[in-house]
């Protein structure tokens, strides 16, 4: 039988090759994450390395514990300790340096690290490569490669943005530095200052870590237990290896999340893949049943004959892994390349083509090819010898009512695993993913199976205008995706798959801009707000200041959020100057007064009363920094939960909870008969000072977050255009077929009088309506998805459901686009036949 | 052998002038049509027979503007096919010819009537209703209409493509066996019909077929040979063709 394998995929090379280019794609892209993936691993695992060497020991707080100089001389005086030297770092990006055309340093993928100099030279990973290190208040060093593209001079003073009070600083540039041997920061900018500097500079009391070497006397294990030994339970002490190890952990969970993404998309394309090779062996097994009869009848096994299928299916998976794994090389380049188009940042690193790489995009290749043949095989395999003589009638090898069936068994088990996901209260994100990935799976395939019975109408439906416009091109065009509803359904299926997570995504992302339009029309009154640059930087409390004695602005209210417990529950607590409620927000007053609050009380969103069971009057136990707890009584209640999202309390009660100077965000008013431009300029002149601020007023806050929602819907749609493509190769691949199998009666059309460009535009539209019932079907399943998942998140995140009609019909519109341009290929071929050796064929 | 011509037909519905066909080349070049100098004169009724592969379909395809001849014209109406573009070469078999194949002659997805008027929609004109259903009448096919053509028997299938043939009212219909996959009585009834639209509409018709009686509804039937014409009969009947076709085969 192999003979007739090898045969088999000789004679059907081109048909085989379409196919094979849905696993190409599909294995290039998994091997591509694969392979950035463990680039990226190296590379962060050697910076990881030079991070940790030199530090022997190193001690952290394990909870809220002091860790001073006190502990550092307690831990010197260890046997063995040659040096112990207490560290400060700052939250990444809080620290940024400005350049002299007042610009910051932020680079938008890797951070920008501040931290405290290390004096000692085995402890230090850096080295002093010009000027000398920092030595006291008003000096900083910079890495050597940051300093060069950012023109910055040792010798020269320059401003840097912190996070303390005054939000910013002076110091002069004393010296660059080179991390490890050669500066490898991935992207990272570097920043150190003085040990005592750094502890103003960075706002902190403690220590964030003491590093320790020793001296090489006693074994580094024994000088680890007396370390131990002094601190207590609430430190930890780690060695080189536990340092390297979580920094590494540290390190991969990022790349490994980075990577899962990626390989999300590359499987959904794969997913994609099943449906389309599957639709073509089915196809071509059909289209060569008289063959299969007659091997059936000269006395082939049902058994062989489904191994000659399997091991055609096995060729071709073999071929179409190996290509696919020399496009994955490519497509890391050029994945890599998209990534840091969109702002990833990510370091120069080498991409190893590792065994397991090889191994996984081979075992997946052939693995999925397979799979999608096993059931086109066994039918084949089923084959009766009497169909030898018969042949068979055109339409697909069996299925009928037992596939329809099972379609609607698995579309309800589909649908039962995704809503338990979705509503079942699931806490694992593992188990929630597993649930929800495959109950998508099974229902679509399930609605694969169905959509049979859908795909002649719908298809007569779209192509009724057709026939209008085009006449009886248009109407044979119309039929002819109608005529065998079971390819149009599974062709279009392959489409339909990728259209509804774009759809889904596009509902999602409209429900978002509707809640901020929503959020913005009634909850935000204040017409201006000023907000940190990035996630882990603060509004500085000097900018509330500048803000209130800028002519054009009113009502400046600064806010500040905290994390508390609230009789055992988790919840936000937040501050603002009271009587600038009313004018700045309106949180929509359930019960109750805010003029009642003082120390002793607090306002509360509903959905937290709720919880609790408490109303108005009720008091509940909030804790406090110290530890301790503190009774409030509600004096109101609030619905809205976008701006405060828990307990609202007096600056006073506030700063018992906890612990922070400088503001969240500062939202303000624009003065009565000021205009916005004047407002605009007396933003840009405070932004002047502190460049970390970003300052918007309420349109043009819409306007850029609704302009990050559809860089985001683009990003997605671009993944995902992957598995669109996969599944318009499969519209032509099918197209491909059914045009070999209908050449008579191409032939007798263009005998009877039909011209080339007539058939043409027959073919195109005919590809055209298939892929409009995809896009239809995915538009259809994608909203049903959409909602579910806006009904299942929280209403803080998406609460008010809006559907982008808009957007879905240019979807639908945009994939009948496509499939006519994916009709072009067969129609060509369609036009070329000749009429004669088509009559005879 | 000389052509001969009936006198009182004048108009000529189609024509050869030399008509040469030559398949591959070198040793295996074949001469399909040798010179071949035909007319077929309007409104009458031409049956071509011969042994196989003696380049009956060959000339027919020729005719009908489906195949290009190697050299020599073809002429329908006053239209010299040899000088057609091929879009031109499709509207002229959309307009002027009709074609009868041997099976599968209907578009699975279309009904009779539509696979009947689908020439006429092709070129977006409207038939002609009393004519059609004088078309559809004739080849009793009035009840059938709506059918998709797996619900029609083989002899419904050929009437259909028939009635599809003279829809259009072309110059001449070309029929190459169209009988050939029927029973003699079916076979009869589309035979009978085609020489109807002859004698009652005017039609044109030239038909290959193997079979004695069929050529035997025909006007005139002309026995090609070795790719040239080499006997002719007029108002034939199945003993006289049965002779020709010894002597034919017999030289
Ligand atoms: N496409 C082709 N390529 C090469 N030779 C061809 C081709 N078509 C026909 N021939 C040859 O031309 C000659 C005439 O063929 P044609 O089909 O016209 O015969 P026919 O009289 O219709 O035969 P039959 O009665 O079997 O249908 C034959 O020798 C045939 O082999
Ligand atoms: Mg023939």
Request: hydrophobic share 45%.
């Given at each position: 039988?192999?003979?007739?394998t090898?045969?088999?995929?000789?004679?059907?090379?081109?048909r085989l090759a379409?196919?094979?280019l849905?696993?190409?794609?599909?294995?290039?892209?998994i091997?591509?994450?694969?392979?950035?993936?463990?680039?990226l691993?190296?590379?962060?695992?050697d910076?990881?390395?030079?991070?940790?060497?030199?530090?022997?020991l190193?001690?952290?707080?394990?909870?809220?514990?002091?860790?001073?100089s006190?502990?550092?001389e307690?831990?010197s005086?260890?046997?063995?300790?040659?040096?112990?030297?207490?560290?400060?770092?700052?939250?990444?990006?809080t620290?940024?340096?400005i350049?002299p055309?007042?610009?910051?340093?932020q680079?938008?993928?890797?951070?920008?690290?501040?931290?405290s100099?290390?004096?000692?030279?085995?402890?230090?990973?850096?080295?002093?490569?010009?000027?000398r290190?920092p030595?006291?208040?008003?000096?900083?060093?910079?890495?050597?490669?940051?300093?060069?593209?950012?023109?910055?001079?040792?010798?020269e003073?320059?401003?840097?943005?912190?996070?303390?009070?005054?939000g910013?600083?002076?110091?002069e540039l004393?010296?660059?530095f080179?991390?490890?041997?050669?500066?490898?920061?991935?992207?990272?900018?570097?920043?150190?200052?003085?040990?005592?500097?750094?502890?103003?500079?960075?706002?902190?009391?403690?220590?964030?870590?003491?590093?320790?070497?020793?001296?090489?006397?006693?074994?580094?294990?024994?000088?680890?237990?007396?370390?131990?030994?002094?601190?207590?339970?609430?430190?930890?002490?780690?060695?080189?290896?536990?340092?390297?190890?979580?920094?590494?952990?540290?390190f991969?969970?990022?790349?490994?999340?980075?990577?899962?993404?990626?390989?999300?998309?590359?499987?959904?394309?794969?997913?994609?893949?099943?449906?389309?090779?599957?639709?073509?062996f089915?196809?071509?097994?059909?289209?060569?049943?008289?063959?299969l009869?007659?091997?059936?009848?000269?006395?082939?096994?049902?058994?062989?004959?489904?191994?000659?299928v399997?091991?055609?299916?096995?060729?071709?998976?073999?071929?179409a892994?190996s290509?696919g794994?020399?496009?994955?090389?490519?497509?890391?380049?050029?994945?890599?390349?998209?990534?840091?188009?969109?702002?990833?940042?990510?370091?120069?690193?080498?991409?190893?083509?590792?065994?397991?790489?090889?191994?996984?995009?081979?075992?997946?290749?052939?693995?999925?090819?397979?799979?999608?043949?096993?059931?086109?095989?066994?039918?084949?395999?089923?084959?009766?010898?009497?169909?030898?003589?018969?042949?068979?009638?055109?339409s697909?090898?069996?299925?009928?009512?037992?596939?329809?069936?099972?379609?609607?068994?698995?579309?309800?088990?589909?649908?039962?695993?995704?809503?338990?996901?979705?509503?079942?209260?699931?806490?694992?994100?593992?188990t929630?993913?597993?649930?929800?990935?495959?109950?998508?799976?099974?229902?679509?395939?399930?609605?694969?199976l169905l959509s049979?019975?859908?795909?002649?109408?719908?298809?007569?439906?779209?192509?009724?205008?057709?026939?209008?416009?085009?006449?009886?091109?248009?109407?044979?065009?119309?039929?002819?995706?109608?005529?065998?509803?079971?390819?149009?359904?599974?062709?279009?299926?392959?489409?339909?798959?990728g259209?509804?997570?774009?759809?889904?995504?596009?509902?999602v992302?409209?429900?978002?801009?509707?809640d901020?339009?929503?959020?913005?029309?009634?909850?935000?009154q204040?017409?201006?707000a000023?907000?940190p640059?990035?996630?882990?930087?603060?509004?500085p409390?000097?900018?509330?200041?500048?803000?209130?004695?800028?002519?054009h602005?009113?009502?400046?209210?600064?806010?500040?959020?905290?994390?508390?417990?609230?009789?055992?529950?988790?919840?936000?607590?937040?501050?603002?100057?009271?009587?600038?409620?009313?004018?700045?927000?309106?949180?929509?007053?359930?019960?109750?007064?805010?003029?009642?609050l003082?120390?002793?009380?607090?306002?509360?969103?509903e959905?937290l009363?709720?919880?609790?069971?408490?109303?108005?009057?009720?008091?509940?136990?909030?804790?406090?920094?110290?530890?301790?707890?503190?009774?409030?009584?509600?004096?109101?209640?609030?619905?809205d939960g976008?701006i405060?999202?828990?307990?609202?309390?007096?600056?006073?009660?506030?700063n018992?909870i906890?612990?922070?100077?400088?503001?969240?965000?500062?939202a303000a008013?624009?003065?009565?008969?000021?205009?916005?431009?004047?407002?605009?300029?007396?933003?840009?002149?405070?932004?002047?000072?502190?460049?970390?601020l970003?300052?918007?007023?309420?349109?043009?806050y819409?306007?850029?977050?609704?302009?990050?929602?559809?860089?985001?819907?683009?990003?997605?749609?671009?993944?995902?255009?992957?598995?669109?493509?996969?599944?318009?190769?499969?519209?032509?691949?099918?197209?491909?077929?059914?045009?070999?199998?209908?050449?008579?009666?191409?032939?007798?059309?263009?005998?009877?009088?039909?011209?080339?460009?007539q058939?043409?535009?027959?073919?195109?539209?005919?590809?055209?309506?298939?892929?409009?019932?995809?896009?239809?079907?995915?538009?259809?399943?994608?909203?049903?998805?959409?909602?579910?998942?806006?009904?299942?998140?929280?209403?803080?995140?998406?609460?008010?459901?809006?559907?982008?009609?808009?957007?879905?019909?240019?979807?639908?519109?945009?994939a009948?686009?496509?499939?006519?341009?994916?009709?072009?290929?067969?129609?060509?071929?369609?036009?070329?036949?000749?009429?004669?050796?088509?009559?005879?064929? | 052998?000389?052509?001969?011509?009936?006198?009182?037909?004048?108009?000529?519905a189609?024509?050869?002038?030399?008509?040469?066909?030559?398949?591959?080349?070198?040793?295996?070049?074949?001469?399909?049509?040798?010179?071949?100098?035909?007319?077929?004169?309007?409104?009458?009724?031409?049956?071509?027979?011969?042994?196989?592969?003696?380049g009956?379909s060959?000339?027919?395809?020729s005719?009908?503007?489906?195949?290009?001849?190697?050299?020599?014209?073809?002429?329908?109406?006053?239209?010299?096919?040899?000088?057609?573009?091929?879009?031109?070469?499709?509207?002229?078999?959309?307009?002027?010819?009709?074609?009868?194949?041997?099976?599968?002659?209907l578009?699975?997805?279309?009904?009779?009537?539509?696979?009947?008027?689908?020439?006429?929609?092709?070129?977006?004109?409207?038939?002609?209703?009393?004519?059609?259903d004088?078309?559809?009448?004739?080849?009793?096919?009035?009840?059938?209409?709506?059918?998709?053509?797996?619900?029609?028997?083989?002899?419904?299938?050929?009437?259909?493509?028939?009635?599809?043939?003279?829809?259009?009212?072309?110059?001449?219909?070309?029929?190459?066996?169209?009988?050939?996959?029927?029973?003699s009585?079916?076979?009869?009834?589309?035979?009978?019909?085609m020489?109807?639209?002859?004698?009652?509409?005017?039609?044109?018709?030239?038909?290959?077929?193997?079979?004695p009686?069929?050529?035997?509804?025909?006007?005139r039937?002309?026995?090609?040979?070795?790719?040239?014409?080499?006997?002719?009969?007029?108002?034939?009947?199945?003993?006289?063709?049965?002779?020709?076709?010894?002597?034919?085969?017999?030289?």
């Amino acid at each position: 039988m192999w003979n007739i394998t090898k045969k088999n995929v000789a004679a059907n090379k081109i048909r085989l090759a379409l196919t094979a280019l849905a696993i190409v794609l599909g294995v290039g892209f998994i091997s591509a994450a694969n392979i950035l993936s463990d680039g990226l691993q190296d590379s962060f695992g050697d910076l990881a390395a030079e991070i940790t060497q030199g530090t022997d020991l190193q001690v952290s707080p394990d909870a809220d514990v002091p860790l001073t100089s006190e502990e550092v001389e307690a831990i010197s005086t260890i046997d063995g300790v040659r040096v112990a030297e207490g560290q400060h770092s700052a939250d990444d990006n809080t620290v940024l340096p400005i350049r002299p055309d007042g610009t910051v340093v932020q680079p938008s993928g890797p951070p920008v690290i501040a931290f405290s100099w290390t004096t000692d030279g085995q402890l230090n990973p850096t080295t002093i490569e010009t000027g000398r290190a920092p030595e006291g208040p008003g000096e900083w060093v910079l890495d050597m490669d940051a300093a060069a593209d950012n023109g910055f001079v040792v010798g020269e003073t320059y401003d840097l943005v912190v996070p303390t009070q005054e939000g910013r600083t002076t110091a002069e540039l004393v010296g660059t530095f080179r991390f490890g041997a050669d500066n490898q920061t991935n992207g990272a900018v570097l920043i150190a200052f003085e040990t005592e500097e750094a502890e103003v500079l960075f706002d902190r009391e403690n220590f964030s870590d003491v590093a320790i070497a020793t001296d090489g006397s006693r074994d580094i294990g024994n000088v680890r237990v007396d370390v131990e030994g002094i601190m207590g339970p609430n430190y930890v002490t780690q060695d080189t290896a536990d340092l390297n190890a979580a920094q590494s952990a540290e390190f991969n969970s990022f790349i490994s999340i980075f990577a899962w993404v990626l390989r999300a998309f590359a499987i959904v394309a794969l997913f994609v893949s099943v449906f389309i090779i599957a639709n073509t062996f089915n196809i071509v097994m059909s289209q060569r049943v008289r063959e299969l009869g007659l091997l059936r009848a000269i006395g082939a096994t049902p058994k062989q004959v489904q191994r000659a299928v399997l091991g055609e299916a096995f060729v071709v998976g073999l071929a179409a892994s190996s290509v696919g794994l020399g496009i994955g090389l490519g497509l890391a380049y050029g994945l890599e390349a998209a990534l840091n188009a969109i702002g990833a940042g990510l370091p120069d690193f080498d991409k190893p083509l590792s065994i397991a790489t090889i191994v996984i995009g081979l075992g997946v290749g052939i693995g999925v090819t397979m799979i999608s043949a096993w059931v086109p095989a066994r039918k084949a395999g089923r084959t009766a010898p009497v169909t030898a003589i018969s042949g068979n009638d055109g339409s697909d090898l069996a299925g009928g009512r037992r596939s329809l069936l099972i379609g609607g068994v698995l579309a309800l088990a589909g649908a039962g695993f995704t809503g338990f996901a979705l509503f079942g209260g699931i806490d694992s994100t593992a188990t929630l993913l597993g649930l929800l990935g495959g109950g998508a799976a099974l229902l679509f395939i399930g609605i694969t199976l169905l959509s049979p019975l859908v795909a002649a109408p719908i298809s007569r439906t779209l192509g009724a205008p057709i026939s209008k416009i085009y006449r009886k091109p248009g109407s044979l065009a119309k039929e002819n995706a109608a005529r065998n509803p079971k390819r149009t359904a599974t062709t279009a299926a392959a489409l339909m798959i990728g259209l509804s997570l774009v759809s889904m995504a596009f509902v999602v992302g409209q429900t978002l801009k509707n809640d901020l339009n929503a959020l913005l029309e009634t909850t935000v009154q204040a017409d201006y707000a000023a907000f940190p640059s990035s996630d882990a930087g603060l509004v500085p409390e000097a900018v509330a200041g500048e803000m209130e004695s800028a002519e054009h602005l009113t009502s400046i209210t600064p806010i500040k959020n905290w994390g508390t417990d609230v009789n055992g529950e988790d919840s936000d607590v937040s501050t603002l100057p009271l009587d600038q409620l009313d004018a700045s927000f309106d949180l929509g007053l359930v019960d109750g007064s805010y003029a009642d609050l003082n120390d002793d009380t607090m306002a509360m969103r509903e959905n937290l009363s709720d919880t609790l069971g408490l109303g108005v009057g009720d008091s509940a136990a909030v804790e406090l920094a110290d530890g301790s707890t503190k009774d409030l009584e509600i004096v109101a209640l609030f619905s809205d939960g976008t701006i405060f999202e828990g307990i609202l309390v007096t600056d006073a009660r506030w700063n018992t909870i906890g612990d922070q100077d400088n503001f969240d965000w500062i939202a303000a008013s624009i003065v009565e008969g000021s205009t916005t431009e004047q407002a605009a300029a007396d933003m840009d002149a405070i932004r002047a000072a502190f460049p970390q601020l970003v300052a918007q007023s309420t349109g043009e806050y819409q306007e850029s977050i609704s302009g990050q929602v559809d860089q985001l819907l683009y990003i997605l749609t671009g993944f995902l255009g992957l598995a669109i493509l996969i599944a318009f190769i499969g519209i032509i691949n099918t197209m491909a077929l059914s045009i070999f199998e209908r050449t008579r009666e191409l032939g007798l059309l263009r005998a009877v009088g039909m011209t080339r460009s007539q058939m043409h535009r027959m073919v195109r539209w005919e590809a055209a309506i298939v892929s409009g019932v995809g896009a239809l079907l995915g538009a259809a399943v994608g909203v049903v998805f959409g909602v579910l998942v806006v009904i299942a998140t929280p209403d803080e995140i998406l609460n008010r459901l809006a559907l982008p009609w808009l957007q879905l019909a240019l979807l639908v519109a945009v994939a009948i686009g496509v499939g006519l341009v994916a009709g072009f290929m067969p129609a060509r071929r369609a036009g070329k036949l000749n009429v004669l050796d088509a009559i005879s064929h | 052998m000389l052509v001969m011509e009936a006198p009182v037909r004048t108009a000529v519905a189609a024509r050869t002038e030399g008509a040469t066909k030559v398949y591959g080349d070198g040793d295996t070049q074949v001469t399909a049509l040798d010179a071949v100098d035909v007319s077929f004169s309007a409104a009458e009724f031409t049956a071509i027979m011969g042994p196989s592969g003696s380049g009956k379909s060959t000339l027919m395809h020729s005719l009908a503007g489906l195949d290009r001849l190697s050299s020599g014209r073809v002429i329908i109406g006053d239209t010299d096919l040899s000088k057609l573009s091929e879009k031109d070469l499709t509207l002229l078999r959309r307009t002027k010819i009709g074609f009868v194949f041997q099976a599968f002659n209907l578009i699975p997805t279309l009904t009779a009537e539509e696979n009947i008027t689908l020439p006429l929609d092709l070129g977006n004109t409207r038939p002609d209703p009393e004519w059609l259903d004088e078309v559809v009448r004739a080849v009793d096919l009035i009840d059938r209409l709506g059918h998709k053509p797996n619900e029609l028997s083989g002899g419904q299938q050929q009437r259909v493509a028939v009635a599809r043939a003279l829809a259009s009212r072309p110059e001449v219909v070309f029929a190459d066996e169209p009988t050939g996959n029927l029973d003699s009585h079916t076979g009869a009834g589309i035979l009978d019909f085609m020489r109807r639209a002859v004698r009652e509409y005017g039609q044109t018709i030239v038909m290959v077929t193997h079979d004695p009686v069929a050529a035997s509804y025909a006007d005139r039937v002309l026995f090609l040979a070795d790719g040239q014409i080499v006997s002719e009969l007029r108002d034939p009947d199945t003993d006289s063709i049965l002779s020709t076709l010894r002597t034919a085969s017999g030289r």
